[in-house]
């Protein structure tokens, strides 16, 4: 109770973070049971956001620019999706534990799309969509 301030909170870091219990002292053999058990029966917490990135690109090649700065976008991180709405437009999903990570890691595809783009002689802006 001192360490996680309840059971749940504690099957929950045993399901977020592999070794959580070791790293807060708890030793025995108890705590791979614990553990399974939490695999089972916890959903961790995460929070979906998405933005709209808009790219483009004229050159002769533009089509394999565009989907590379989009494979570039998807590749950035863990748990990011990329989807067609309509050319230019294309939506960015981020699932992570909380919004100031998944911002973060937003962000981050975004701008890693955005920099292909630019330095392959096209344009790209993302926008920020609210849930």
């Given at each position: ?34 553990r399974a ?19 483009t690109s ?9 989907k590379e ?63």
């Open positions: 109770m001192e360490v996680f301030g309840g059971l749940y909170p504690a099957f929950e870091a045993a399901v977020l973070e592999e070794n959580a219990l070791e790293e807060e002292g708890f030793k025995g053999e108890w705590i791979k049971e614990f058990i939490a695999k089972e029966n916890i959903t961790p917490p995460f929070v979906t956001i998405s933005g709209i990135i808009e790219v004229e050159a002769p090649n533009g089509v394999e620019i565009v700065a989009l494979k570039r976008a998807k590749e950035s991180g863990d748990n990011i999706d990329v989807y067609y709405i309509g050319s230019p437009k294309y939506r960015i999903r981020v699932i992570a534990e909380d919004y100031k990570t998944a911002e973060k890691i937003m962000k981050n595809a975004a701008d890693k799309a955005i920099e292909y783009i630019t330095k392959a002689g096209g344009h790209g802006e993302f926008h920020r969509k609210e849930a």
